[in-house]
């Protein structure tokens, strides 16, 4: 599972003990930092500090959430378009 902008984890947390593997992306460095820290005795999850624009991945994703991301995206110009 892929979360893009776990923020500090909460949805991973939840998930974390149904699905084998969870990565999270944020792009805020305390947030992510803080989420990393959070999970960092549970193996089956992985924290990056990177900006959506810049997250790269060779994996295959059984589900990607974006609970966290609208607040984060450029709304208005989107909707106007």
Request: charge should be negative; glycine fraction near 6%; include cysteine.
């Amino acid at each position: 599972m892929l979360d893009i902008g776990c923020g500090t984890g909460n949805l991973i947390d939840r998930l974390r003990t149904r699905v084998d593997h969870v990565t999270g992306i944020e792009p805020d460095p305390a947030t992510a930092h803080f989420a990393a820290t959070r999970f960092s005795k549970a193996e089956s999850v992985v924290i990056e500090q990177v900006r959506f624009d810049q997250f790269r991945s060779t994996g295959e994703w059984d589900a990607i959430t974006l609970v966290a991301s609208l607040h984060h995206l450029p709304l208005t110009e989107t909707c106007a378009s």
